[in-house]
């Protein structure tokens, strides 16, 4: 493990043995082995496993990629299985070549299938998908294969209308919310926690401006996955 590596398995067991248990990472990360290492070094601490909440994304690059993409994820995280696998994104835009799957809606069903074959062996417990919009995902659910457990997009009080109707509509169908950027991602969180407003409501409840955020989004029924390496931002 490179440097950086080594960096994000330090910040992987520090956030668990803090008491931390939900993580979020993607196959464009490209740091699935660094991440496992720290899963695993906070197991041997006495971490259980089962309490870990772990979260990974790929593209929809169709059914044969998926088939070999599920074992070496796998074997790079060294865990039996995954808790949670998310199709990052809806459409094949960045692919190195044009996948064999066809259209991006063709490629979004072909890859459904193979995650859901995944989930039906045990080695992914749910399936998902990240910045999709109700057609998209309701395309998927058409297809009658496996539940679509979660929804993954930015949101905060800022979003544009069509995210927070997106968040409505996986509600009523039993489809959970997760978001990100939610204190505004890297580009926007200093702006956000210097809003007036924010820090009058954190100074009546003694927490920060960027609290105030997250509590927002829970109250909206929305999970949420800050990131940070440093201590003192995993304790607030």
Known sequence: ?????????????????????????????????????????????????????FTTKTRPSGAE?????????????NLDYVDLVLIHVPHIRGLS???????ASQCRAETWRALAEFQDRG???????????????????????????VNQLEYHPWVPQVHRDTVAWCHRRGIAVTAYCSVGGPEKSATMARQAFLEHIGEKYHKTALQVLLRWAVQKNVSVIPGTGKPKHMRE
Not at 66 to 77: F, N, T, Y
Not at 123 to 149: C, K, M, T, W, Y
């Open 1 to 53: 493990i490179t440097s950086h590596g080594q960096s994000i398995t330090r910040s992987v067991l520090w956030y668990l043995l803090m008491g931390g248990r939900h993580l979020d990472d993607a196959e464009m990360y490209y740091n699935h082995v660094a991440v496992g290492k720290g899963i695993r070094l906070a197991m041997e601490r006495g971490v259980p496993r089962r309490d870990i909440f």
């Open 65 to 77: 990629a998926i088939r070999a993409w599920v074992p070496k994820m796998l074997a790079e995280l």
């Open 97 to 103: 070549e044009p996948p064999p799957c066809g259209t």
């Open 123 to 149: 080695l992914i417990r749910a399936i998902g998908v990240s910045n999709f919009g109700p057609r998209q995902v309701q395309e998927l659910i058409s297809l009658d294969l496996a539940h679509v457990a």
